[in-house]
């Protein structure tokens, strides 16, 4: 608690402190090239999302992100240094400059856009909101959860949305609010309240690895809010903005037109213009976002394209467990749509 | 001689340069936060305190609402913050004079039982400890569905301690005057027996009367009026029992953490105290006859909270600034509003300066009453 408030302080003195000068062309970019890594904001341990192992190598789909912007800028998927941010932390870090971009399972909303300084790069995961409950509790739907005690964690949008539902469907509720993620898991589990709330995502991944039996807890059918997370940028450097942006969709259409970790050197001699544009440097693409011409081709063979991640970190094989659902493409039913790369 | 040589002259430039410096800084600082959270395009200003807060909180002891502003949450925090910090102060100081004073005891293993709790405790930080209240309460209690019956509507569980609550009744307004009513006739007493005592010699019996005379009236009044008394009882519904009085596991971790962690020092504060008083003291206060507690009422107390009451207002405002760790065990405090609130707002500026405003004003309030009361303790002679 007391880094979070060092952190928020250290913040505001920053911000405080640092010259108001205007933005000059890309000083993030430029930074990012001079000291030759970039700084990854992520989650403190989210499985499948952000977390580190025992050996402090980092995995997870925002994770990924973060390794296909090092791999384009800087060539290497590993020139980049993770600082696990709280929910309350994470805004204040990207705002003061600690971190270059914020890939930590964030929803984009009007709020967020309009008032904290910050752009959101794209969607990364369409999330939504939902319930666990222990099994023995016998509850079938969100609906019946009126008087419940509700384990929530602190600074997320995730005790808006709860307030919400339970307003318009004239319900009560008591909630528990916890600062860390790693307390709020271990009173869900040791049986603390009688549901927990938060993305349906995330409740997948603390049951898989928190719970001692998972099939002990169901999470119920009921969604009550849309989550588009994604990662986000400061504004005031519009090059270093695109480049993440078009880091995000190449990464989807590199799945689209099934360009995988494998088969990307094949590929790259491929007659197909788009896979051309995407992996070779058929219209000079890297040149225009001020990259190298085979940027693509590196996030590709060193990260592997957005599905290729998905099944990877979250997927089914995974103890995750999670359908591609919305996030499918959208060839497929899903929301996952790459902009083109023209 | 020149005026720069004058001492007086010269302190006082020092002095007016310094603070003007200060000032300047400070108005730097905001001037420069203020432009830099424009440029970054970070809304800033308080107009947000008047909005809807949308959030729900576990418990609050004025009316809350999600419906109420920031305003209003905040202050609902704060009102928490001030429920856990008093509920503590009183908890701390109760077990603290208790322990230092068995530290102290004749008995070897009070004494050395003592011993161990001060060392034991003031050495694992607090954090740890309030982990291990709230890990304790909630994993080794059952869970509501299965709570314990500790008596007539008296409840344990993971959701805390349930118990009967009295219902309001208007004729308890009557008791509570007929209470005040007595404490001024509980004080006129206590002046005119001391009067009497030294005009005559004679004491009289102090502590019977004074108690009946606090709480007779009350329990006349109460009766006279029917002894209206009704509980509200907790009852069991879908999920846990609602109703009636009720302590969360949330604040009972952080009030007993708080209290025993703190109580340690306090023990350590009350020991130096005793200890402070020259044994001698207490031969020449023998020698004239006073009795035991005598004594140590009118001779060993008065010196010694002297030397107690400062380092306890230290340990007091220790108490409640540590409270803040509230959020490590879901207890919805001061900390814990400001934590949702700057997540909602991205106001981080605004929201931890309210905070540590709050926090200050609180602890200046415990000094200034601490101080108080050391003046009234202090012996007015010495210098």
């Known amino acids: 608690m007391y880094k979070k408030i060092a952190m928020a302080a250290a913040g505001a003195a920053m911000i405080a402190v640092s010259a108001s000068g205007s933005a000059n062309a890309g000083p993030v970019l430029n930074a990012i090239k001079q000291k030759d890594f970039i700084q990854c904001g992520v989650n403190t341990g989210l499985a499948g999302f952000g977390i580190a192992d025992s050996q402090g190598n980092w995995t997870g789909i925002d994770v990924d992100f973060c390794r296909g912007l090092a791999a384009a800028l800087l060539g290497d998927r590993n020139k980049v240094k993770f600082t696990p941010l709280s929910a309350p932390q994470r805004f204040t870090a990207l705002q003061s ?23 959101f790069v794209g969607v990364w995961y369409y999330d ?9 509790l016998n509850v079938k739907g969100a609906k019946e959860l009126n008087g419940a005690e509700i384990c929530v964690q602190a600074g997320t949008t995730t005790e808006l949305n709860l307030t919400d539902y339970f307003r318009a469907n004239r319900m009560t509720f008591k909630p528990v609010v916890f600062e860390s993620a790693e307390e709020w898991r271990k009173a869900f589990f040791a049986g603390r309240c009688q549901a927990t709330t938060t993305d349906v995502s995330a409740l997948a991944s603390v049951r898989s690895v928190d719970a001692q039996n998972p099939d002990d807890f169901v999470i119920l059918p009921e969604v009550i809010s849309k989550e588009p997370l994604g990662p986000m940028v400061r504004r005031g450097d519009d090059e270093w903005f695109a480049v993440t942006k078009w880091v995000l969709n190449l990464m989807l259409e590199a799945e689209e037109k099934g360009i995988t970790t494998e088969n990307v050197d094949q590929m790259r001699s491929s007659t197909d213009p788009t ?34 991640s998905f099944e990877r970190n979250i997927g089914k094989k995974t103890p995750l467990r999670l359908d591609r659902g919305l996030n499918a493409q959208w060839t497929q039913g899903g929301l996952m749509y790459g902009m083109p790369a023209r | 001689m020149p005026f720069w040589s004058n001492p007086a002259v010269r ?47 576990g418990e609050s002891l004025i009316p809350y609402e ?33 322990v230092g004073i068995a530290r102290l005891s004749k008995n070897w293993l009070v ?18 400890q309030l982990f291990f209240w709230y890990a304790l309460i909630i994993e080794v209690l059952p869970p509501s569905l ?27 307004a009557w008791v509570g005057l007929a209470f005040l009513v007595g404490i001024p006739a509980a004080v006129f007493y206590g002046h005119w027996a001391k009067q009497r005592q030294n005009a005559t010699g004679q004491q009289l019996p102090r502590l019977l009367p004074t108690v009946g005379l606090v709480l007779g009236p009350a329990i006349i009044v109460f009766l006279i009026l029917g002894a209206p008394l009704t509980f509200e009882v907790p009852v069991f519904q879908r999920f846990r029992f609602v109703g009636g009085g009720e302590l969360t596991p949330e604040f009972l971790a952080l009030w007993l953490g708080l209290s025993i962690y703190t109580s340690a020092f306090v023990a350590e504060v009350v020991r130096a105290g005793i200890l402070a008083v020259d044994w001698g003291q207490n031969e020449a206060a023998g020698a004239l006859g006073l009795r035991r507690g005598l004594v140590l009422r009118l001779v060993v107390l008065p010196q010694a909270l002297r030397v107690i009451i400062p380092p306890t207002t230290n340990q007091y405002l220790n108490l409640a ?63």
């Open chain 1, 97 to 119: 400059g600690e971190i270059d971009v914020l890939s930590r399972n964030t929803t984009n909303t009007l709020t967020r856009d309009a008032s904290l300084g910050l752009h």
């Open chain 1, 128 to 136: 939504g909101q939902g319930f666990m409950v222990p099994r023995r």
């Open chain 1, 275 to 308: 896979v051309q544009r995407l992996i070779g440097n058929r219209d000079e693409m890297g040149k225009k976002l001020g990259l190298a011409e085979d940027w693509g081709y590196k996030v590709i063979k060193q990260v592997g394209n957005y599905g290729e």
């Open chain 2, 11 to 57: 302190g006082g430039v020092y002095q007016v340069t310094v603070l003007a410096g200060v000032f300047a800084l400070g108005a730097y600082l905001i001037d420069n936060t203020l432009d830099n959270l424009a440029a970054r395009s970070i809304r800033s200003g308080f107009g947000f305190m008047a909005r809807e807060a949308g959030f729900e909180l």
């Open chain 2, 66 to 98: 999600p419906s109420d502003s920031y305003a209003r949450a905040y202050l609902a925090g704060f009102v928490n913050t001030m429920k856990v910090s008093f509920a503590g102060i009183v908890l701390c100081s109760i077990l603290g004079l208790f």
């Open chain 2, 111 to 128: 004494a050395r039982l003592a011993s161990f709790y001060v060392e034991t405790l003031r050495n694992i930080p607090i954090l740890l």
């Open chain 2, 146 to 172: 299965d709570a314990i019956n500790l008596g007539p509507g008296v409840f344990l569980s993971k959701s805390g301690l349930l118990f009967p609550l009295p219902l309001y009744d208007p004729a308890h």
């Open chain 2, 321 to 383: 600034k540590n409270s803040s760790l509230a959020v490590a065990v879901g207890y919805p405090d001061l900390t814990s509003v400001t934590n949702t609130s700057l997540n909602q707002t991205g106001q981080a500026v605004e929201c931890i300066a309210v905070m540590m405003a709050v926090y200050l004003t609180l602890s200046l309030l415990i000094s200034a009453g601490m101080n108080i009361y050391n003046r009234v303790v202090a012996i007015p002679d010495r210098r």
